[in-house]
């Protein structure tokens, strides 16, 4: 497991370098693309994420969390509506806070970047996971998401929807 996540962090810090020069066009882009194919599969989501709440319904797992697990069509039109959300929202990158001349003539600025790799750890909110992509890739950084085991098919069902649809718009994987 551990040489699992290592790799995986690996791969997100490289993929990180990339992502941090795309331009806001094409990151918008593959944004709107990718709540487009969450409307579009959503039948498949629906169907893993099904599966995933009968089971924790057999486990017993309290009734609050199945609500978080619970996804249905409306829900996952507001998914793909909070990734268009993210669209509209004005590029972070290459924004300057801040900028002043030292009496020395020294010109400091302070210009936003992204981070690199973001790591998420949340409960089994299937919702965050699309929130957590969206956001990471509308500021230039990867991301390393773990849901909750009560949801780690439908996340990766989720996951694997948004990377097909970035990737096929110009994000590395």
Do not use: W
Request: proline residues 4%; contains cysteine.
């Amino acid at each position: 497991m551990k040489d699992h996540v290592t790799k995986q962090a690996r791969r997100a810090k490289e993929a990180s370098r990339l992502l941090a020069c795309i331009p806001v066009e094409v990151r918008n882009n593959a944004l709107l693309a990718m709540a487009d194919a969450m409307e579009a599969r959503q039948e498949e989501i629906l169907e893993v994420n099904a599966k995933e709440v009968a089971a924790a319904r057999e486990k017993g797992t309290r009734l609050n969390m199945i609500d978080r697990l619970i996804l249905s069509p409306k829900r996952i039109a507001d998914m793909a509506a909070g990734i268009r959300q993210v669209v509209k929202l004005e590029d972070p990158i290459g924004k300057v806070d801040f900028e002043a001349i030292r009496p020395n003539g020294l010109k400091i600025r302070r210009v936003r970047v992204p981070f690199g790799v973001v790591g998420i750890i949340y409960e089994a909110r299937p919702n965050v996971t699309a929130d957590a992509v969206a956001l990471c890739l509308k500021s230039g950084n990867a991301c390393l998401l773990r849901g909750g085991s009560e949801a780690i098919r439908t996340n990766k069902k989720i996951v694997d929807i948004l990377k097909e649809a970035a990737t096929a718009n110009g994000i590395p994987a």
